[in-house]
């Protein structure tokens, strides 16, 4: 009996454990189903891999090949998940983490087969060692650089701090090339790349990205503008890219009080789902505040624009920004490689979500539908206004933003405004204010004079309208029937292209002066002789004197009803080009 009834209990617990494991089974299924479509799809992969890599006829580089599929895997998805090799991991974290590396703080170009500098960083060894824009380099350490490509010579200028570099320079106004040699430094670009004050007794700040330290430099360039007792503040953001997003929530705590939410993330993992709010007494909790933003002001800028926005406590102006609203992780992997993955949504303290572009629902081929107007929602800030999701920040008020003509791009494109101003620094050795400086009129007829044995032809918008009708019409066999109407335009049009460096003077003025300033002030000498062109921090300054419009926007009576919910097809339709471009 003792043994029978074991046998029957240990019967009944087999029979329990059979039963607990089916109905597990069927809890789990569609995890296990999972789980089995993932170690059929890796056993796929690895077999196409192994087949291939064994029977391809060509050699193949199996490294490249992995990466070729990785990237294509992700592509899918987004452009910001993304795969990064250990032979990338460098350059990686120079563009999204930190900005140190160890040089000569110097940028370079490749021109005709010769490598030239097109800027010198202030405070850094090429800047102390009289290097100049415009300067030639011939050779480095005594290896010739004559074929070779930016990120070659890059290479050779990039080093270990402390350690020596030989160059070897040729200067157009110096005739014979000269040794240099300089001490590499630690090479710091900083966030903030220009504070000070502008009209109005206002104080400006130009945020050019949310990197390491972006905040403790903000909040540096803020402090040393409160000594002047500013009567407002601009911080500029655009074509700022963002960044690190906790950066982001500490600037905004200069201006917000503490305990005060400013942007939450939210995904599939509830454990990533995280809420930011400000964590220390603000710096300027009163100051008057405009933040500056256009079509490349993305991310990190948009919850700063975003969320000060939300809060009643600045005034957007410029144009549509970006509209990211993804936030991304980087994972380890091994062999030193990582993975950057789009983890979340964020959203600013309204609860609108900018993301502009839906990549989860593509269209058949592929594209990326941008979120549609109807499906555009209505949110309130702190105070009541009316602000909208799903497509970037809008500005309240906005500024037009103007394009240079094909003559400028020319010439910009062509580099003869770079040589110019290098020929102009070599005949003018000093430029006493840059704020104040301006070409004159035989100025600007040197200039003009300059040009005339010099190439910079281009295609006006007209005259690729005529290229596109005589194409057509030759193709329909009816040119013929219209040659002489077409010569006498092509002849009329030609005339008037004479003309465009008188027509468009005043932005080709704006661009050399922009580039003549940085001979003798660097990056600094760019901003400040552009202050007296820029349209919005112009309306920046302007709105923050008038109190009363200030406030009036401030309690949605002012710009945004414009610019809003009604304008939104036409603000798509704006700055659709300048965000596919990004």
Not at 117 to 146: C, T
Not at 149 to 161: F, H, I, M, T
Request: hydrophobic residues 35%; charged residues 25%.
């Amino acid at each position: 009996m003792m043994t029978k009834g074991k046998v029957v209990v240990n019967k009944y617990k087999k029979t329990a454990v059979l039963v607990g494991l089916f109905v597990l089974a069927l809890g789990i299924w569609s995890f296990n189903d999972d789980l089995f479509q993932i170690s059929k799809n890796l056993d796929v992969f690895a077999s196409v891999y192994k087949e291939v890599n064994i029977n391809y006829v060509d050699d193949i580089n199996s490294s490249k090949m992995i990466k070729t599929g990785v990237d294509a895997m992700l592509d899918g998805l987004d452009p910001y998940t993304e795969f990064v090799p250990e032979s990338e991991i460098e350059d990686y974290k120079l563009h999204y983490v930190s900005t140190q590396y160890g040089g000569i703080g110097a940028s370079i170009f490749a021109r005709n087969g010769k490598v030239y500098v097109s800027d010198v960083f202030q405070g850094f060894p090429a800047q102390k060692a009289d290097i100049h824009p415009g300067d030639q380099l011939v050779k480095i350490n005594d290896i010739n650089l004559e074929g070779k490509n930016n990120e070659q010579v890059g290479l050779l200028l990039k080093g270990s701090k402390g350690a020596a570099i030989k160059l070897l320079v040729k200067r157009e106004s110096a005739g014979q090339a000269f040794e240099k040699t300089l001490v590499r430094d630690e090479i710091k670009q900083p966030n903030v790349s220009y504070y000070g004050m502008v009209d109005g007794n206002m104080g400006y700040i130009k945020l050019d990205k949310f990197l390491e330290n972006s905040s403790e430099e903000v909040t540096n360039a803020l402090a040393s503008i409160q000594k002047n007792n500013p009567n407002g503040l601009i911080l500029d953001l655009r074509s700022n890219g963002g960044g690190i997003l906790q950066e982001a929530v500490k600037i905004v705590n200069l201006f917000v009080p503490k305990d005060v939410q400013v942007v939450s993330q939210k995904g599939k993992i509830k454990e990533k789902n995280y809420t930011y709010s400000t964590q220390s007494t603000p710096l300027a909790p009163n100051l008057p505040l405009v933040v500056l933003v256009n079509s490349h002001s993305a991310s990190a800028s948009e919850i700063v624009a975003g969320s000060l926005q939300d809060l009643d406590r600045a005034i957007i102006i410029g144009q549509r920004s970006y509209g990211k609203g993804l936030v991304q992780q980087t994972f380890n992997l091994p062999y030193n490689s990582l993975v950057k993955i789009t983890i979340a949504k964020y959203y600013v303290p309204s609860g609108r979500c900018i993301q502009a572009l839906d990549y989860t629902h593509r269209k058949d081929d592929g594209s990326v539908v941008k979120v549609a107007d109807s499906l555009i929602h209505e949110f309130k800030t702190k105070d009541g206004r009316s602000v909208y999701d799903g497509s970037g920040i809008y500005p309240d008020i906005f500024v037009k933003q103007e394009h240079f003509a094909n003559v400028t791009q020319s010439l910009v494109g062509k580099l003869l405004i770079f040589d110019y101003a290098t020929r102009y620094r070599d005949t003018h050795p000093a430029l006493n204010n840059v704020r104040t400086f301006g070409l004159s009129d035989a100025d600007y007829a040197d200039f003009v004079k300059y040009l005339s044995d010099k190439n910079y032809s281009y295609s006006t918008g007209s005259e690729k309208l005529l290229a596109t009708l005589k194409t057509e019409a030759t193709k329909e066999k009816q040119f013929g029937e219209i040659q002489a109407e077409y010569d006498v335009l092509k002849t009329k049009m030609a005339v008037s292209k004479k003309n465009d460096l008188q027509l468009h003077k005043d932005e080709i003025k704006q661009v050399l002066e922009n580039e003549i300033a940085s001979r003798y002030y660097y990056e600094k000498g760019r901003f400040e002789a552009n202050f007296k062109y820029d349209k919005e921090l112009a309306q920046a300054v302007k709105v923050m004197q008038d109190k009363e419009q200030m406030a009036s926007i401030l309690k949605g009576e002012g710009a945004y009803k414009v610019i809003g919910k009604p304008m939104l097809a036409m603000a798509n339709k704006k700055t659709e080009k300048d965000t596919d471009e990004q």
